[in-house]
């Protein structure tokens, strides 16, 4: 692109002002040229003779900043080759140094090794010393690691034969649980709804008359069940049923009762939740209904809850009552 005069000498000005000297001297110098070619933006300037004043000032301002910037690279180089000089000057002095002691140091090595080597004949033989007590020390270590190996295989088949023999007790010897009746028994039918019978085998049950769910009124008579559990595992789960005559109720007067209820409501809260089990228990004579194996935890938190609720009519069934037996299965 071709500037005429005055661009060529704003923009060389420019330049000198940013400290740009060699850049501003050759847009002033081409300013020159342009002024001998007379190329102006303005041919008949009255300001050329200023102008030219200017660009005159412009040159001579940028050859005295010029020469002040040489003079002061040449300074800066005098100084980094004096600068280069003394650290020439302490590298060979620390090189002299460092091969005068290395000289020394090998000499006093050479000593050192020789008396290691002298050394090193006594250490072996100390350390063949402690190497035999050291293989002592681990094959007595090793006697005692398998006496005390021995010891406790020994306590482990005495706390597994503790423990078996245990087991085998509680499997020969079943938990039996006597009911606790709500209302407890007054002695008659009409003091608390209960009658007292004894067993043909000798057990004593109680007997209520039942009570149809979903009638109006609450639960009468009812037992629970709370075993005391010697240890956590799982356990068979048994009802005794008595067997028993009919019965005349009194309290009210009844004398047509169908027998112990098929639909008894057995709930067993044990270690996994709570289970409703419906038991038969008009065909049992003196026996047992199975309501299952269940988990129980060690001690007195689990129960069997019976009422007399039923699914037959109210008052047309007998609810009956007796021990439980638990009998313990495996953990």
């Given at each position: 692109m071709v500037l005429d005069f005055e661009s060529q000498l704003e923009l060389g000005e420019m330049l000198l002002r940013v400290g740009r000297i060699a850049d501003a001297e050759t847009e002033l110098r081409k300013a020159q040229e342009l002024n001998k070619a007379g190329v102006f933006r303005t041919p008949d300037d009255p300001d050329r003779g200023e102008q030219l004043e200017r660009l005159q000032t412009a040159l001579a301002q940028a050859d005295k900043l010029y020469d002040k910037k040489h003079k002061s690279n040449r300074l800066y180089w005098l100084l980094a080759l004096g600068v280069m000089s003394l650290l020439l000057a302490a590298v060979f002095a620390a090189w002299v140094f460092a091969r005068n002691r290395y000289i020394e140091l090998e000499s006093?090595?050479?000593?050192?090794?020789?008396?290691?080597?002298?050394?090193?004949?006594?250490?072996?033989?100390?350390?063949?010393?402690?190497?035999?007590?050291?293989?002592?020390?681990?094959?007595?270590?090793?006697?005692?690691?398998?006496?005390?190996?021995?010891?406790?295989?020994?306590?482990?088949?005495?706390?597994?034969?503790?423990?078996?023999?245990?087991?085998?007790?509680?499997?020969?010897?079943?938990?039996?649980?006597?009911?606790?009746?709500?209302?407890?028994?007054?002695?008659?039918?009409?003091?608390?709804?209960?009658h007292e019978i004894k067993a043909e085998a000798g057990e004593i049950a109680w007997i209520t008359l039942n009570r149809q769910i979903g009638s109006e009124g609450v639960i009468t008579n009812e037992a629970t069940w709370r075993p005391t559990i010697p240890q956590t595992g799982r356990y068979k789960?048994?009802?005794?049923?008595?067997?028993?005559?009919?019965?005349?109720?009194?309290?009210?007067?009844?004398?047509?009762?169908?027998?112990?209820?098929?639909?008894?409501?057995y709930q067993i809260a044990h270690a996994l939740g709570e289970t409703l089990v419906i038991g038969d228990q008009f065909p049992m004579k003196d026996q047992y209904i199975d309501l299952g194996v269940y988990s129980f935890d060690e001690g007195d938190t689990g129960y069997i809850y019976l009422p007399d609720e039923t699914i037959e009519p109210s008052s047309t069934r007998y609810v009956s009552f007796s021990h439980l037996r638990l009998t313990w299965v495996g953990r």
């Open positions: 006093t090595m050479q000593v050192t090794v020789e008396a290691i080597e002298t050394r090193q004949f006594v250490f072996d033989d100390n350390n063949r010393a402690i190497s035999a007590e050291r293989t002592m020390f681990v094959e007595r270590l090793r006697e005692d690691n398998v006496r005390l190996t021995e010891s406790a295989s020994v306590a482990q088949l005495g706390r597994l034969a503790a423990t078996q023999a245990s087991e085998a007790m509680m499997r020969s010897e079943p938990l039996i649980v006597i009911p606790q009746l709500n209302p407890s028994y007054q002695g008659d039918m009409c003091g608390s709804a209960w789960v048994e009802a005794f049923v008595a067997n028993h005559p009919r019965v005349n109720w009194e309290c009210p007067t009844l004398t047509q009762i169908g027998g112990d209820t098929n639909t008894a409501r």
